[in-house]
């Protein structure tokens, strides 16, 4: 009966362990997205035309965060209205050491 049982209950242990370990190393490396991506998100048309060459608003976003992105015009269907909201959120909310995002319109 052991015979029969143990390849079960090693591939069972082994499974066991490796999800255990999947779930400890993916809580630990998880990495917070920027808050501010949301913020500018809502600011944006929100078409996700990809005009802009990204595809989709909240991928613009994120390049607007991480210094991808030159130009808020790139975002053809924005206006002024959109363009001068994110330029004011930015300059409200810096990074944890204060940096603020600088972008052009
Ligand atoms: S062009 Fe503007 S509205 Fe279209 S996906 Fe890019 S950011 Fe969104």
Redesign the pocket.
């Known amino acids: 009966m052991l015979e029969i049982m143990s390849p079960f209950l090693v591939l069972g242990t082994l499974g066991a362990l490796i999800g255990f370990g999947l779930a400890f190393a993916a809580e630990k490396l998880k990495v917070e997205p920027d808050k501010r991506m949301q913020g500018i998100y809502e600011l944006?048309?929100?078409?996700?035309?990809?005009?802009?060459?990204?595809?989709?608003?909240e991928?613009?976003?994120e390049g607007i965060v991480e210094g991808e992105v030159e130009k808020l015009s790139?975002?053809?269907?924005?206006n002024d209205k959109h363009f001068n909201a994110i330029i004011a959120y930015l300059k409200d909310h810096p990074d944890e050491d204060g940096n603020i995002i600088k972008i052009q319109k």
């Not at 944006?44 to 608003?57: F, H, N, S, T």
């Not at 790139?74 to 924005?78: A, D, R, S, T, V």
């Open positions: 944006l048309p929100q078409l996700d035309c990809g005009a802009c060459g990204y595809p989709g608003c991928a613009f976003a790139q975002c053809k269907p924005g």
